[in-house]
């Protein structure tokens, strides 16, 4: 799970898409709620949808973020129990079903449950026997999002299956409005791969109307042009050194980009150094881009973790210059430079030991 930036720079395709992948970044953020319901059939049905509005606050730590995650899932799943169980026959029963087999799998992938997994299936597989021919794209996109949740990353044969069902949707249901974000969903997987990475975004970008998911596309296109270019880096980091992308040359450089407040990141911070311990000492650097608000949260952690690494800090979060320009729209984000400060990978996290060790192998 990527955690995505709130408010201007809300988790971009996740409000378009409203079932893939990166709806679990939405959850985190949606309201808090009571999850009660006792009202006429509309009235609930609002309660349900107000879930959706936001919580209007921040969380300062990862365990505060992660404890209103699982409080709102909590509340999610009530409203929606409560109004399937008070109005069975209502015409927003279809959606109510859908919204809680996407709520269980969210919750599976917390959980590691294969029980809620199950459960969610089974959800879908009930609404195949009653969806209408105008709630047929509604339930073949959500057992869309159920395979992007199931899928290892790593895995290409079930990267290049999610490409032809996402494919399939598309000539099947041309003039669907979540066309260019399901483009813009599968291209996450294609890190690796950045020309067909390439040619999903400029695809999605031809169609997409929400400035949101625009914004996204452009800023992911941006990453993946930077593939196999110099990547311009040039601050002074919070520890007074003077970074600057020509004077990183000579050996191989991770670039992290993470925020204390982002569980996500912080567990992509632990891995980072796990995988960085497996390499010989001092044949790789890494560089970090810190996103929180306060000096004192980055250098708390920095110590606490026991980090030296170079950190880039301005205090302005989603809108630092730095961030803005080189794309970034998700955390944790890990690249990868060669010893020539151009950017090999953009999804370095993923066996990140072994990508360092092989452009060691090509010095």
Sequence with gaps: MRHQPTAARISRSTVVLNGMRSLVTTWIIFAAGTGALAGTVEQDWQAVVALDAGPGGRSESAEAAGMMVLTHLAKQEKALRSFLSAHPEDSHVFEAQLRLSRLLQIRADFEGSEKLRAEATQLLDSLEKTATPEQRPELEFARLAQTMRSLKRSDPEQRDDLLKAARRFQSAYPSDRRIAALLTEVATLFDNQPETKKLLLEEAQTTAKEPDLKARIADDLKRVRFVGQEVPLHFTSLQGEEIKTESLAGRPVFVIFFAQTSPPAMAGLAKLQQEVARLPQGSIKVIGVNLDLKRETVL?????????????????????????????NALPTVWLLDAHGHLRSLNALDSAAEQARQLLRER
């Design 300 to 328: 708390d952690l920095l110590k606490a973790r026991g980090l030296s690494w170079p950190t880039a800090w301005d205090g302005k979060g989603w809108e630092s210059p730095l961030v803005r320009g080189l794309g970034i």
